[in-house]
């Protein structure tokens, strides 16, 4: 039995981190469309952090030459989406 997709939630961190990487929310949503519809229906899409219950995912943003890796956690019924962080932050 196929189960209903989960709501994906926007969590503070990630609101406020998403707002700083594109001002923009109609584009910020846009960016974040796709990691939505594939983690509601297949939450364990992404890569778990070993020892925890955050999952990490990426987003290739093509035209600023970048990749933003969402964290991210879940339950039976809602995908919580903690933080996100480019990748140009990481290798700092």
Known sequence: MLLP??????????????AR???????????????DWVLARLPTYGTNIAGTN????????VAK???????????NIEIFLLSVIPTELIRQ
């Not at 990487?21 to 990691?35: M, T």
């Open 54 to 61: 955050v999952w990490v995912i990426s987003i290739r943003e």
């Open 65 to 75: 030459h970048r990749t933003l890796v969402v964290f991210y956690t879940y339950s």
């Open 5 to 18: 997709p989960r709501s994906v939630r926007w969590e503070k961190q990630f609101s406020d981190e998403m």
């Open 21 to 35: 990487l594109e001002p923009d929310p109609e584009r910020a949503d846009e960016l974040v469309e796709g990691i």
